[in-house]
């Protein structure tokens, strides 16, 4: 990646890291100030929206790279046609959700959602527009912009958060509150776009075709893949309860920094994947993600072991003793961020197979929903996220195996496996050299916390020092630092 592309991978993965900390912060609060019932009836209020966030955002954010690199002299023309159509798409997500509440009442078993969903409209209309303007801000070079006021917003959406529950005690407020904070967060978005850009005066009726029959397809996958979360929710409110549900949505999160880190490299990436696919240079698009994936995997592999090896105390005194059923949801469902190093879809979408995507995650999902309800059954929530799990690694295979396809190459041309292995070997080894101070020395969360640090440094140096990985990225990110600079040098 050239220092212009590192620099924004820098600047996005620290935003997006941040921001799912401002989150991560929030949630020990929640649990705490909030009761089960009100905090799940929260969880299914977010669970719905998302899914209709799903389908109604069209996965316009993921084709709008593609026309923006095909039609870059009239940039002007296709931000307009894309801001029309989700301007369309919004209002059309607020009416369905309307229509869809008294029936959301009886599938979660909850007489306090369908009020609470007629409360979110707002945030329902906001959700979808905005990831399509974060998307153009992105393939503007404008990372850096887009971070800071990413942060701005997610602040404020903190802040009515915590005014509707502290000082209200009311997630009607707070529902009302996120929707005003999604409003605010939009408009940010918007007129930080530049003005030669900034334009919502025409739809290209052509050009608007175009891209829904590209989207279609992959909005049918996306909404499939979304229903699984969807499922998760109904089924584990219907078999079990709404405070089996909260126990589970507590634990079934990904860490911060670390999950979105690899969706910082690929929105960085994917604009440049999109224009060395239309060039033909495959073999350039095979070296620059093989860079990327394997390093998301020297920075995520050693967090996840560590987080695997200690995440009943971790998470016990991060919720409470009365959300202790939550850490083994929470060790299944990280299991999850041994793939998140890499964009399954990207090179999918960009060479138009998308109805590839579409076609296999459908039967997945059914699979899914069978293993759902046998897990459910006789695992209880923990059941729920090892059925998730076991869908999207099958799905990430067939994924893999496409783009490995449509790139002329093998598996292992992207993804060095023994890298891989030698990565989570390194940390496997220096997390049981912790483990036995825990045990025989200081049984305390507190000792984990102080000491994480100096085993994440630790690995990362190891690793680094044996050259498992190319070096050139981590010279340019860490070693202008003086004190990092005399440990790696």
């Given at each position: 990646m050239t220092n212009s592309k590192t620099s924004q991978v820098l600047f996005l993965t620290i935003g997006n890291g941040i921001n799912i900390l401002i989150n991560f912060l929030m949630l020990p609060y929640l649990v705490r100030a909030m009761s089960y019932e009100d905090y799940g009836s929260y969880g299914q209020v977010l669970i719905v929206t998302g899914?209709?966030?799903?389908?109604?955002?069209?996965?316009?954010?993921?084709?709008?790279?593609?026309?923006?690199?095909?039609?870059?002299?009239?940039?002007?023309?296709?931000?307009?046609?894309?801001?029309?159509?989700?301007?369309?798409?919004?209002?059309?997500?607020?009416?369905?959700?309307?229509?869809?509440?008294?029936?959301?009442?009886?599938?979660?078993?909850?007489?306090?959602i369908d009020n609470l969903l007629f409360l979110s409209f707002l945030f329902m209309f906001t959700q979808v527009p905005i990831p399509v303007l974060m998307s153009v801000l992105i393939f503007l070079g404008k990372a850096k912009q887009q971070t800071k006021l990413l942060i701005i917003s997610n602040l404020i959406k903190v802040a009515f958060i915590f005014i509707a529950i502290q000082f209200y005690n009311s997630v009607e407020i707070l529902v009302i509150g996120i929707g005003i904070a999604g409003l605010i967060q939009?408009?940010?978005?918007?007129?930080?776009?530049?003005?030669?850009?900034?334009?919502?005066?025409?739809?290209?009726?052509?050009?608007?075709?175009?891209?829904?029959?590209?989207?279609?397809?992959?909005?049918?996958?996306?909404?499939?893949?979304?229903?699984?979360?969807?499922?998760?929710?109904?089924?584990?409110?219907?078999?079990?309860?709404?405070?089996?549900?909260?126990?589970?949505?507590?634990?079934?999160?990904?860490?911060?920094?670390?999950?979105?880190?690899?969706?910082?490299?690929?929105?960085?990436?994917?604009?440049?994947?999109?224009?060395?696919?239309?060039?033909?240079?495959?073999?350039?698009?095979?070296?620059?993600?093989?860079k990327a994936i394997i390093h998301s995997a020297f920075i995520i592999y050693p967090i996840l072991v560590f987080l695997l090896f200690f995440s009943q105390p971790l998470v016990q005194s991060y919720l409470t003793e009365n959300y202790a059923k939550s850490a083994l949801v929470f060790s299944i469902f990280n299991l999850s961020l041994l793939i998140r190093i890499n964009d399954f879809q990207d090179v999918i979408v960009i060479a138009g197979k998308t109805k590839f995507i579409f076609y296999n995650i459908v039967w997945l999902v059914i699979l899914n929903l069978g293993l759902n309800y046998f897990f459910i059954k006789h695992f209880g929530i923990a059941g729920s996220a090892a059925a998730f799990i076991v869908f999207l690694f099958v799905f990430a295979y067939i994924l893999a195996k496409k783009q490995s396809q449509i790139l002329n190459c093998r598996l292992h041309d992207l993804f060095d496996v023994i890298s891989f292995l030698k990565i989570l070997s390194i940390a496997i080894i220096l997390c049981c050299m912790v483990h036995l101070m825990y045990t025989f020395w200081m049984t305390n969360v507190w000792f984990l916390v102080f000491v994480s640090p100096f085993y994440l440094l630790a690995s990362y140096l190891i690793i680094y020092k044996v050259r498992i990985i190319e070096v050139d990225l981590i010279n340019k990110l860490v070693l202008k630092i003086p004190v990092l600079n005399k440990l790696f040098k």
């Open positions: 899914f209709l966030q799903t389908i109604f955002t069209f996965n316009l954010n993921q084709v709008s790279n593609l026309y923006l690199a095909k039609y870059q002299d009239s940039i002007r023309n296709v931000f307009s046609t894309l801001m029309r159509i989700s301007g369309l798409l919004a209002l059309l997500s607020v009416v369905i959700l309307f229509l869809s509440a008294p029936i959301l009442e009886y599938s979660f078993n909850n007489p306090k939009l408009l940010m978005f918007y007129f930080s776009i530049p003005p030669e850009v900034r334009n919502v005066n025409q739809m290209d009726k052509k050009l608007r075709k175009e891209i829904l029959g590209t989207a279609a397809p992959l909005t049918l996958s996306s909404v499939v893949e979304r229903s699984v979360f969807f499922i998760d929710g109904v089924m584990i409110s219907s078999l079990l309860s709404t405070t089996d549900y909260a126990i589970y949505r507590a634990g079934a999160f990904e860490v911060p920094f670390v999950a979105g880190l690899y969706g910082s490299i690929s929105a960085i990436v994917m604009p440049e994947v999109a224009r060395l696919f239309m060039g033909n240079n495959k073999a350039e698009i095979i070296r620059l993600k093989k």
